[in-house]
């Protein structure tokens, strides 16, 4: 099995030097993180290569180059590169999934630019895949490949990960193509995010723009289950832990100790971002500063920018007030000994960051909003045994995995300032105890333990699809069905009637049989050996009028009326529920717009299928947990259904009806067809050779699938 890796960038980007091409390290944490893993698997990887070139011998040369580490690129043109990457990718998506509104820069050309880039990615990929590789798509650049991927490969096992924030639905949905976003991230088997609260995002923002129901993290769609969950990114703990021991990390540990070591060091590492609260920061040290000069001369702060975008006008416009600010303060508060802030526009090599990591009193980690920040963690594995404070802002995925820590809104200035004076001081063994319960978490959760965890997950999840897709009814299996339905001399038939033999209606008046399901109906009856049964929660007098002329046996209210031999009969008397239950009922109704009250002989029925899906979900579990001590208290169930919360007596269940029919006959072939959560009753009680047949979302109950309700009946006209 081989694992491809799909994401914006390759671990090597080419730089064109004269003739030539130079290749070195990709910035960033994605690349650095998903290069260093330790895995079993073959590991292979799609993406840019960071250069652009329209030459068709220069791609081949950096082709055949990076086909050496198992790298494959996908060469983009200029238009394509602003408008996918610096357009849609960075201009619009970034700036809302890290909740800066009022930056979201919308243009057409941009969408169209990231489905054609999309498209890209998905053609290099479908020239490499086999249908037993696994696929790993990273980050919100590639958001509509795995459905692209899926329509290839309906089997291929596809995973996403999402390593920035997923935003509020509030937010979300102001998102123009919002829809084809999430359809495009519903062709994984496992979506993956930093934090439970992003997932919580998601599936929220699932539910009320595709309709979608999550329970318990997964969704089921027609032919498989898509599962999310939060797999929180780490590091090379040991990598960043014994750094101090080599040679070259100790050199230079010791030429920054000369240069800064004479006072007190508050470190931040950032790219240049509007997301990573940077001119924030520098206020809360101005403040410092300003409030505490007692401090002056005794405390630097060193800030590592990496270049980011800075040809773009606001990363350009940060920088200036940035670089402005930073002169300001130095101007302000510097001495002939001291300066406040070194500042530094570039990126260090390894080795003198860990050694600044370990040198460090304080690292400074406040982002406005970001998916995780490793600079976090790298900093307290490299600390190793010296002593340090972690001042990370809440916003940080980071900040869930690091509660010693200091954690503050980075918003707030006051805060900043506060965070700055508890860390200097905090005595030492306090900040040594932080440190260590710190690196226990971080040392277990690695990067490596990130990578595996999320495989395994995908794995799983593969496991359950190869087993759910041997259920849906294909060309073999219907023949196989129509065979022994041919040889069998005694068969039940049970056929639940909305969502199954006619599809749902806006009212449940409206879902009226039409004249195919007589015909069929008709057919199955006209054969002696069938004995066929409507099992339905439809009220005796609705199901009579519609179907009381044909020669079949109906289960009304889900048992609680049988007509068989042409007599009904009734199982339970009386009216169970009392006046409180319908208070609770019309309160609810009352606050939930579209949702109405159905009464029964023998059960009442909330219907909520014209409710935003939100809004019904909450009333829901709200309707539930008020009814809860009531209908205990009368012996009754409370039955969720489809769109529906039914209260009704226990003993009027699907599986009551199937369990009498099989005690009193024995038959040679078992049917039993149903779309609802009731019609698992009906599946769990029929005996394993049965065929049980959900339709619509996969069951772990039925032991096969059709795929939606219009197959319903074609698939009995099959078996005639």
């Not at 000069?293 to 590592?304: A, D, G, H, Q, T």
Request: glycine content about 6%; overall charge neutral.
């Amino acid at each position: 099995m081989r694992l491809f890796i799909i994401s914006n960038r390759l671990p090597l980007k080419a730089q064109r030097v004269g003739k030539e091409f130079r290749f070195s390290r990709s910035e960033g944490g994605l690349a650095t993180g998903l290069d260093s893993l330790e895995m079993s698997v073959e590991k292979y990887w799609i993406g840019w290569p960071g250069l652009y070139t329209e030459n068709e011998g220069e791609k081949e040369n950096i082709r055949l180059y990076l086909e050496k580490f198992h790298f494959f690129p996908v060469f983009l043109s200029s238009r394509q590169i602003h408008d996918y990457y610096e357009g849609y990718s960075n201009s619009t998506v970034w700036p809302l999934c890290h909740y800066f509104f009022s930056y979201v820069q919308y243009d057409r050309s941009f969408w169209q630019a990231y489905r054609e880039v999309n498209q890209l990615f998905c053609e290099v990929a479908v020239s490499l895949i086999r249908a037993d590789d696994m696929v790993w798509v990273q980050d919100y650049q590639l958001m509509l490949l795995p459905a692209m991927l899926r329509t290839y490969f309906p089997a291929v096992s596809i995973g996403y990960f999402h390593h920035i924030p997923f935003p509020s639905y509030e937010l979300f949905r102001v998102l123009p193509e919002k829809a084809e976003v999430l359809k495009g991230l519903l062709g994984a088997d496992l979506i993956a995010f930093h934090t439970h609260d992003y997932m919580r995002h998601f599936s929220i923002a699932v539910q009320r723009v595709c309709h979608l129901n999550f329970r318990f993290g997964e969704v089921r769609l027609v032919n498989r289950i898509v599962h999310a969950d939060a797999f929180p990114m780490g590091i090379n703990y040991r990598l960043y832990y014994d750094s101090i021991l080599r040679p070259e990390v100790e050199r230079a540990l010791y030429q920054l100790s000369q240069n800064l070591g004479r006072y007190k060091l508050i470190l931040t590492v950032d790219r240049l971002d509007y997301s990573k609260g940077i001119l924030h920061r520098l206020k809360g040290f101005e403040l410092f500063l300003e409030k505490h000069p007692e401090y002056r001369e005794k405390v630097s702060l060193v800030m590592i920018i990496v270049p980011s975008r800075d040809q773009v006008k606001k990363y350009a416009d940060l920088k200036m007030k940035m670089e402005e600010m930073i002169g300001t303060i130095n101007g302000e508060y510097a001495t002939l000994n001291w300066t406040p802030i070194h500042y530094f526009y570039h990126g260090f090599p390894f080795e003198e960051l860990v050694a600044l990591y370990h040198l460090a009193d304080i690292a400074l980690v406040t982002p406005l909003r970001d998916g995780m920040n490793l600079v976090a963690k790298e900093y307290v594995a490299a600390k190793r045994e010296r002593p340090g404070i972690l001042i990370l802002s809440e916003m940080a995925g980071a900040a869930i995995e690091l509660p010693e820590a200091l954690l503050i809104n980075p918003n707030d200035i006051n805060e900043i300032e506060r965070a700055i004076c508890k860390a200097l001081q905090m005595p030492k063994q306090e900040q040594l105890k932080k440190l260590r319960r710190m690196q226990q978490v971080i040392s277990r959760q690695t990067v490596n333990k990130w990578a595996a965890d999320f495989v395994a997950g995908l794995q799983n999840i593969r496991r359950r699809n190869d087993v759910l897709g041997r259920k849906l009814i294909g060309a073999d299996l219907k023949a196989y069905f129509r065979t022994v339905y041919a040889k069998a001399l005694h068969r039940l038939i049970m056929l639940d009637y909305d969502g199954t033999l006619v599809g749902f209606a806006e009212e449940p008046q409206e879902a009226l049989p039409h004249t195919e399901v007589y015909e069929v109906l008709e057919a199955l009856v006209g054969d002696s050996r069938n004995k066929v049964v409507i099992c339905s929660g439809r009220d005796l007098d609705t199901l009579e009028r519609w179907f009381g002329h044909l020669s079949l046996e109906i289960a009304a209210e889900h048992g609680a009326f049988y007509k068989t031999q042409g007599k009904w009969l009734q199982n339970v008397h009386g009216e169970l529920w009392n006046e409180e239950i319908l208070n609770l009922l019309q309160q609810i109704i009352d606050k939930t717009p579209g949702s109405m009250l159905e009464i029964k002989r023998t059960s009442v029925v909330w219907h909520y299928r014209n409710v935003n899906n939100w809004l019904a979900g909450v009333r829901e579990k709200q309707l539930i947990d008020s009814l809860r001590r009531p209908c205990e208290q009368l012996g009754l169930h409370i039955m969720r259904g489809n769109k529906i919360v039914e209260i009704k007596s226990p003993a009027c269940t699907k599986g009551a009806v199937v369990r009498k029919l099989l005690e009193k006959e024995h038959y040679d072939f078992m049917m039993a067809i149903g779309d609802d959560t009731t019609d698992e009753d009906m599946f769990e009680a029929m005996p394993a050779n049965a065929v049980t047949i959900k339709i619509g979302e996969l069951s772990d109950n039925a032991r096969y699938n059709l795929a939606e309700q219009s197959q319903t009946l074609p698939f009995l006209r099959a078996l005639l």
